[in-house]
């Protein structure tokens, strides 16, 4: 069993930043897969980043690279997203996710691959 508590959405301007956090707790966690993902409204659900405890393997869609940085504090069990040089089109809830893991080029991509959810937080980006 994991829990998992977001924190740290927000209003922004373009250009701007914000830190998401992300606090997990549950035996597995540390053997889990943690993702971010971010749904608009109107729009599925899409991964934005992801970090493998095991190994310490990141991951991150296109649409974000080089602006994103996921990170992990293991004495604070807390997963964090920096997220720099945010466009109105990053506007959405955030959620974060675990997984014991999956199979497959991508796996960590599937929404249905996460079996544990935070409750997610809202991000707002003003042009």
């Known amino acids: 069993q994991v829990q998992l508590v977001e924190s740290g959405g927000g209003l922004v301007q373009t250009g701007g930043s914000l830190r998401l956090s992300c606090a997990a707790s549950?035996?597995?966690?540390?053997?889990?897969?943690m993702g971010w993902f971010r749904q608009a409204p109107g729009k599925e659900r899409e991964f934005v980043a992801g970090?493998?405890?095991?190994?310490?393997?990141?991951y991150y869609a296109d649409s974000v690279k080089g602006r994103f940085t996921i990170s992990r504090d293991y004495a604070g069990n807390t997963v964090t997203l920096l997220m720099n040089t945010l466009k109105p089109e990053d506007t959405a809830v955030y959620y974060c996710?675990?997984?014991?893991?999956?199979?497959?080029?991508?796996?960590?991509?599937?929404?249905?691959?996460?079996?544990?959810w935070g409750q997610g937080t809202q991000v707002t980006v003003s042009s």
């Open positions: 549950g035996r597995m966690f540390r053997r889990a897969f």
């Open positions: 996710a675990a997984t014991p893991g999956g199979d497959g080029t991508g796996w960590y991509r599937r929404v249905n691959a996460y079996d544990y």
């Open positions: 970090f493998d405890w095991r190994d310490g393997s990141i």
